[in-house]
């Protein structure tokens, strides 16, 4: 039997600053504060669950799947827990391009997970992103807010450490 998930709802901090996203809409447009209650969400839990989507759904008065095809559609939402470390790594052409693919086969080697996972000690979690907007130095990886540009396997091994020994 599923356990019943946790009932998700804005810390009051949180709430005040929803109430001014939502101002900023024009009436009978609030809907359209959806990604920035999302980002709230993400900020509060570290990812964005499924009874916060319907919390912002209901506090927008919008239909449920409408925040679902949102958070489900970009990849800065994160719909499961994420590790300490959030190591995204650019596919996109010009990464590509200059050898993203060995960046994100040395954090796979190296970590001992896929993309989409996330190591045994809740470190490091492992995605793939679309650009990341910063193609003249790639390849490029953002680990939560740092941006790591012109990157080799040397690179990532030297991040991965100093990362883990923090």
């Known amino acids: ?27 009978g447009k609030e809907g359209s504060a959806v990604m920035p209650l999302l980002y709230l969400v993400q900020e509060q839990c570290g990812w964005v669950p499924e009874s916060a989507m319907r919390y912002v759904a209901d506090m927008l008065h919008i239909p449920h799947i409408c925040v679902y095809e949102v958070a489900s559609f970009y990849t800065m939402y994160n719909l499961k827990p994420m590790g300490k470390y959030l190591i995204q790594v650019c596919r996109t ?5 200059c050898s993203s693919e060995e960046v994100l086969n040395t954090f796979k080697k190296r970590l001992g997970v896929n993309i989409g996972e996330t190591t045994k000690d809740d470190l490091f979690t492992l995605k793939e992103v679309e650009c990341l907007g910063a193609c003249v130095n790639a390849p490029v990886v953002q680990i939560n807010d740092n941006f790591y540009e012109n990157l080799t396997p040397k690179k990532v091994e030297n ?8």
Do not use: D, G, H, V
């Not at 039997?1 to 024009?26: D, V």
């Not at 052409?93 to 391009?97: A, Q, S, Y």
């Not at 991040?159 to 923090?166: D, F, P, Q, V, Y």
């Open 93 to 97: 052409t010009p990464c590509w391009l």
């Open 1 to 27: 039997m599923k356990e019943k998930e946790e009932q998700f709802s804005f810390t009051s901090e949180n709430l005040k600053k929803a109430k001014k996203f939502i101002e900023m809409y024009p009436k």
């Open 159 to 166: 991040i991965i450490a100093e990362l883990s020994s923090k």
